[in-house]
């Protein structure tokens, strides 16, 4: 069973970065377009950024411009880099494949204030 984690998270002050990691087990995303989502304190899970089948990357208009979503296969790992983070940018942020989602791991806290 593949297991996904994430790290990377933490509190950062308006404007500042963060780069987020999340490993998967085995062959966890090859062939499949892997994503970073978020989920705010009563809100519902989000889509932010992910890769498409062919290698292409897609933003949520909320980050584009500010997230970039990267891949390192030989390492089996998605990256999520996050600068000018906003206080609306908190949440605990996850990741997992678009299609044939695996189990979703704990994610990582990501808390932007001053």
């Known amino acids: 069973q593949v297991q996904l984690v994430e790290s990377g998270g933490g509190l950062v002050q308006p404007g500042g970065s963060l780069r987020l990691s999340c490993a998967a087990s085995?062959?966890?995303?090859?062939?499949?377009?892997p994503g970073w989502y978020r989920q705010a304190p009563g809100k519902q899970r989000e889509l932010v950024a992910h890769i498409t089948i062919s290698g292409g990357t897609k933003y949520a208009d909320s980050v584009k411009g500010r997230f970039t979503i990267s891949r390192d296969n030989a390492k089996n790992t998605v990256y999520l880099q996050m600068n000018n983070l906003k206080p609306e940018d908190t949440a605990v942020y996850y990741c997992?494949?678009?299609?044939?989602?695996?189990?979703w791991g704990q994610g990582t806290q990501v808390t932007v204030s001053s």
């Open positions: 085995g062959s966890g995303f090859s062939r499949n377009a």
């Open positions: 997992n494949n678009l299609f044939l989602p695996f189990t």
